[in-house]
């Protein structure tokens, strides 16, 4: 049984119009995880595009915050792909919001900051923090979040 992470899972990733964010959202997607939002500060209101694997589109709305992008697509989980001096925040933004679990994969967050984003985080109650500096995780066969090579497990 999948705790974290199942089929009903619904992840907006933070800096999905990154290089990382945007090549691991596809990733994710190709996994068939949920991927139901991206959030770029800036850029709110346009959509992302990913290949279906049946020759169409899987098109992903742009939100410029966590809170905007959970309300309007029943998000429950966040992927970080974001810059070290943004990742701390991005936690706060992500438990700020309600979310029931948050995978960071940004390494060299500075410790001060982190040491405040996980005092956050744990002040919740309900938010689950997998990372900084972590794979993610993955549910064979129900989806994953992060980087974790897909092709190795089996359900």
């Known amino acids: 049984m999948s705790i974290l ?3 009903t899972t619904r992840v907006v990733v933070s800096g999905i119009t990154g290089r990382e964010g945007s090549f691991h959202a596809g990733q994710m997607l190709a996994y068939h995880t949920q991927v139901v939002a991206g959030v770029t500060p800036g850029k709110g209101g346009q959509t992302v595009t990913f290949p279906d694997g049946k020759g169409g589109e899987i098109g992903v709305p742009i939100f410029d915050t966590i809170a905007d992008a959970a309300a309007k697509t029943g998000a429950n989980a966040q992927f970080i792909s974001v810059p ?3 990742a701390a925040d991005s936690i706060i933004e992500g438990a700020a919001a309600g979310l029931d679990l948050i995978v960071c994969i940004t390494e060299y967050i500075p410790v001060q900051e982190m040491v405040s984003a996980v ?3 744990n002040a919740t109650g309900k938010t ?3 990372g900084p500096n972590c794979p993610g995780l993955l549910s064979a066969g129900k989806g994953k979040i992060g980087i974790i090579p897909a ?3 089996t359900p």
């Open 151 to 153: 092709s190795i497990f």
């Open 128 to 130: 689950r923090l997998i």
């Open 84 to 86: 070290p001096r943004f």
């Open 5 to 7: 992470l199942d089929e």
């Open 119 to 121: 005092r956050y985080v």
